[in-house]
Every structure is written in C-alpha cells, then in structure tokens.
C-alpha cells in the first residue's frame, strides 16, 4: 500500500501546508481531477469528501484516492452530471453505447425519449433473469428512476437498494437522491469499498482491475487511465 505525503500533496496542490486534509484540500484536488474547472458546489463536495473517503478507507492509499477519483471525475464529466442523460438525437449514438440493443434502425424508436430508452436499455423486459439484471421491478418506472447516478453511476433498483442499506438514505423511494452531487457521495464510496476497489487498486496501480469492477467492462477506461497518471504524479509528491 502506497501512502500518501500529505503535506507534500498539500504543497503541490497550493494550499496550506498543515499534513490535515480538510476541506480546502479536497476542494484543491476535486478542481485538479476536472482539469482545473472547479465544480458546483465544489466546498460542500469536498467536506463530505474529507469525511467519507476516511470513513470508507479510500484516502489510505495513493492508489485508492487516485483510482477512486479517476473514474468519478471520468463518469461525472468532471462532476458536472450526477444523473444518466439518456436523450439522444441520433441512432448512431445508441447504438454506439448499446450495440447489442439496436441498430440503426431500432434505434430511431427511442429517439428524443428517455424514458422509453431507459426501458429499453434497464426496464424489466429482455433482462429480469439474466446475469445483466438489475433487479428493476416489472410495471415500475425503475428503469428511468433509476438509471445511472451519482458520483460512480450507480444503476438499477438492486444497487439504489443495495447503496440504501449501507448508508440508510431512502433512495428506492427517494432515487433522485443518488442524482445530487452531495447525497451521492457516500453511496459511491460505499459501494467502491463493499465492492473490493480498495484492495483492487492497491494490488494494481493501473486502475484496470478496479474500473472494471465498477463498469463491468473496459469501457472508458483509457479515459480513466490517463486521468489516473496525472493524479498519481500529483499524489506522489513528496515534501521537500
């Protein structure tokens, strides 16, 4: 496990030099993971950060905090979306995020309607008792409701279900919840610790085996691995 210098990443980042990472901190290195766009809501962010990334052993190690914040900025759009835009205007851009769904033909049915693609894509029908379930429950608008939010776009009532009885947030009736940028936060370190992205991330520094945990693929992850390379240069600083 690699430890972080606080004091040296403190430096680096230009904020007071005290080894304590509070909100000022967090605020610093939110805005560096968005290539320097601070976002909304940035302090409010970052003192939940200063709290939950301790509480769920994310801040243990350079590692944790690099890859944790990596796929957060990269699923957020550098945490300016909280909640999954499923309006498209093109059947080219369908069926490039679900090539197994449509074709450019099917794929004009869900133009302009996200709440039909969200059906589609999550609803009950075409996934309810395969290893692609989510647990979204038949005659329900789950598969909108719930569709990806928050800080690791956490999809589906099993998972609303699953980030509710570890935080005790209301999100299955209440999903709307997982769509802040501020009631999010736990959820997705819960889920990145219940998940073992901890212990992924500190046996491998190239944030595969973690991003994959959370995407269930490869998808976006050379995005990740390069905001990952330039987190870690800045987490490795050293106090001089």
């Given at each position: 496990?690699?430890v972080?210098d606080?004091?040296?990443v403190?430096?680096?980042?230009g904020?007071?030099?005290d080894?304590?990472?509070?909100m000022?901190?967090y605020k610093?290195?939110?805005?560096?993971?968005?290539?320097g766009?601070?976002?909304k809501d940035?302090?409010k962010?970052?003192?939940l950060?200063a709290?939950m990334f301790?509480?769920?052993a994310?801040?243990?190690?350079?590692?944790?905090?690099g890859?944790?914040l990596a796929?957060?900025?990269h699923?957020?759009g550098?945490?300016?979306?909280f909640?999954?835009?499923?309006?498209?205007?093109?059947?080219?851009?369908?069926v490039?995020n679900?090539?197994?769904?449509f074709?450019l033909?099917t794929?004009t049915?869900?133009l302009?309607?996200?709440?039909?693609?969200?059906e589609?894509?999550?609803?009950?029908?075409?996934?309810?008792?395969?290893?692609?379930?989510l647990?979204?429950?038949?005659?329900?608008?789950?598969?909108y409701?719930?569709?990806?939010?928050?800080?690791?776009?956490?999809t589906?009532?099993?998972?609303?279900?699953?980030a509710?009885k570890?935080?005790?947030l209301p999100?299955v009736?209440n999903p709307?919840?997982?769509?802040?940028?501020?009631?999010?936060?736990?959820?997705?370190?819960?889920?990145?610790r219940g998940v073992?992205?901890?212990?992924?991330?500190?046996?491998?520094w190239?944030?595969r085996r973690?991003?994959?945990?959370?995407?269930?693929?490869?998808i976006g992850?050379?995005d990740v691995?390069?905001?990952l390379?330039?987190?870690?240069?800045l987490?490795?600083s050293?106090?001089k």
């Amino acid at each position: 496990m690699r430890v972080m210098d606080k004091r040296g990443v403190q430096r680096a980042l230009g904020v007071r030099v005290d080894g304590a990472f509070g909100m000022l901190s967090y605020k610093a290195l939110l805005t560096f993971a968005a290539y320097g766009r601070e976002p909304k809501d940035v302090s409010k962010m970052a003192l939940l950060c200063a709290t939950m990334f301790s509480k769920y052993a994310i801040d243990a190690s350079i590692d944790r905090l690099g890859q944790f914040l990596a796929t957060t900025s990269h699923e957020t759009g550098n945490y300016t979306a909280f909640a999954e835009d499923l309006y498209y205007t093109t059947p080219a851009r369908v069926v490039k995020n679900w090539p197994s769904r449509f074709n450019l033909l099917t794929a004009t049915a869900v133009l302009r309607n996200p709440r039909k693609l969200a059906e589609k894509v999550y609803g009950y029908e075409g996934r309810h008792g395969t290893k692609y379930d989510l647990g979204n429950r038949e005659g329900t608008s789950d598969a909108y409701d719930m569709r990806g939010g928050g800080w690791i776009q956490t999809t589906g009532y099993s998972n609303y279900l699953a980030a509710q009885k570890v935080t005790g947030l209301p999100l299955v009736d209440n999903p709307e919840l997982l769509h802040d940028p501020l009631s999010s936060i736990e959820p997705a370190c819960a889920y990145w610790r219940g998940v073992g992205c901890n212990e992924l991330a500190d046996a491998d520094w190239s944030g595969r085996r973690a991003r994959i945990k959370v995407n269930g693929g490869v998808i976006g992850l050379d995005d990740v691995q390069v905001r990952l390379k330039r987190l870690l240069v800045l987490l490795s600083s050293k106090e001089k």
